[in-house]
């Protein structure tokens, strides 16, 4: 069973604007916003047919939500080199995808308000679902062009070495 540390000087709960993700060693340009980690375990439900009336339920199969991830458009191609490796239009009949290397582990950091990093989660072998290079345009508005991918995997876990820091006093 997991050992965490607890910080008994700390009330607050840490917030959830202070996030990095990290895949192929370094952490993604500009990303500011990623759906929640959620993983559901499906019921199996059984009676044996001395049994009262009533059903007993144990855990069946889980299964791990995709997980989006949002951020301004630029230059950097990060979002769309990646969907490009799952299916890529110029790539020539036969050659759209790349198998050997279309996946990815990826590392999400929480940070307190003092930028140390309190959380960590890796998620498995995920790979891109889909990718919305930009969204709808319209010249009446004013917002931030987001750029999207939705990225499926097959499960995650939160680092236990990254224990609850030291906060800084002044």
């Not at 307190?112 to 790979?127: D, F, I």
Request: hydrophobic share 35%; proline share 5%.
């Amino acid at each position: 069973m997991a050992q965490f540390s607890v910080n008994t000087n700390r009330f607050d709960p840490y917030k959830n604007f202070k996030f990095k993700v990290k895949w192929d060693g370094h952490y993604v340009a500009g990303v500011s916003k990623v759906s929640a980690l959620k993983r559901t375990t499906e019921i199996v439900e059984h009676r044996e047919g001395g049994d009262p009336s009533s059903k007993r339920k144990s855990p069946g199969q889980s299964k791990f939500e995709a997980v989006t991830l949002e951020r301004g458009v630029t230059h950097d191609p990060d979002f769309e080199a990646w969907a490009d490796k799952v299916w890529n239009f110029g790539a020539g009949p036969g050659a759209e995808s790349s198998l050997a290397d279309f996946r990815k582990d990826i590392i999400i950091d929480v940070f307190n308000e003092a930028g140390q990093t309190v959380l960590s989660y890796r998620l498995y072998r995920c790979w891109v679902s889909e990718f919305q290079a930009v969204p709808e345009l319209d010249a009446s508005a004013n917002a931030v062009a987001i750029q999207t991918i939705k990225v499926e995997n097959e499960g995650w876990e939160r680092d236990e070495a990254v224990q609850e820091p030291t906060e800084p006093t002044l």
